[in-house]
């Protein structure tokens, strides 16, 4: 395809691509983040557009016609995306949930620092470990995936194709279910000391109730549980990198769901 060429098949086809790269670029945590300048975030979809649309873009006779057409096309665009960005973020609400169990755990519940990419006040703990997740899943190359996805969905996904309907829904309840079990996963290593150390001083207060265990008990669950905090990191990598694995199948089920 010519791009300098006024075709207005090929113009119209570029106007799709452009639309279905903006919409998930923008909904993406990575790329779509709100730290990032909205120059650059839109520079980067027309570089992607460009890359993209002489290889996977849509024919331009896609383009819908009559308004009500176009509105429902977009709103399926904006459908697709949210499902990109929900499916990626499971991962991250797993991390999160895990360290607030373990912030909560520490005597941490009440601490909490401010997370750039969403703008929202986090447990210490759990804003600490999603960094680790991020820089983790970035390290192995997650937002590549991202991208293999976004150039699948022009080969599985027509314009404004993928809506709502209960094949859809239960695909999601079916991700949404490995938030809890990989929270329990990440967090187990810490909670199960931190349930013996409240158990050890429970049973010294008991004992000797003369003692003021509060003074040295929770500097010593802080210890310990910064002690075990140290070693989920390679656990939690190999947690984040079979994570990754299964984004490809995740992306193609939900987007050869049927309509």
């Known amino acids: 395809m010519d791009l300098f060429s006024f075709n207005p098949d090929n113009i119209l086809s570029f106007i799709l691509t452009l639309i279905r790269v903006s919409v998930i670029v923008f909904a993406l945590p990575f ?3 709100s730290v ?3 120059t650059i975030k839109a520079s980067l979809c027309l570089v992607l557009t460009l890359a ?3 290889q996977l ?3 331009g006779a896609l383009l819908p016609g009559g308004l009500f057409q176009l509105a429902l096309m977009v709103v399926g665009e904006f459908i697709l995306a949210i499902i990109f960005n929900v499916i990626i973020n499971f991962l991250f609400a797993a991390v999160q949930t895990g360290g607030y169990l373990i912030g909560f755990s520490m005597g941490f519940s009440m601490v909490n620092a401010m997370d750039p990419l969403t703008g929202t006040q986090d447990v210490v703990t759990a804003y600490f470990l999603s960094q680790v997740a991020l820089i983790t899943f970035l390290s192995l190359n997650g937002h590549y995936f991202l991208l293999s996805a976004l150039a699948d969905s022009f080969a599985l996904v027509p314009p404004g ?3 709502i309907n209960p094949s859809l829904g239960g695909d999601m309840l079916k991700f949404s279910g490995q938030i809890y079990l990989l929270a329990l996963k990440i967090s ?5 000391p931190m349930l013996l ?3 050890a001083l429970a049973l010294a207060g008991r004992e000797a109730p003369q003692m003021n265990l509060f003074s040295f008990g929770f500097p010593l669950k802080i210890l310990i549980g910064f002690l075990f905090l140290t070693m989920i990191f390679t656990m939690m990598a190999r947690y984040v990198g079979d994570y990754i694995l299964e984004l490809a199948p995740m992306y193609r089920s939900i987007m050869k769901s049927p309509g």
């Open 57 to 59: 873009s849509f024919p």
């Open 52 to 54: 993209l649309w002489p």
């Open 161 to 163: 194709g993928l809506l």
């Open 36 to 38: 990032i300048p909205q």
């Open 188 to 192: 187990a290593p810490v909670l199960i």
């Open 197 to 199: 150390v409240d158990l």
């Open 31 to 33: 790329f779509g983040a």
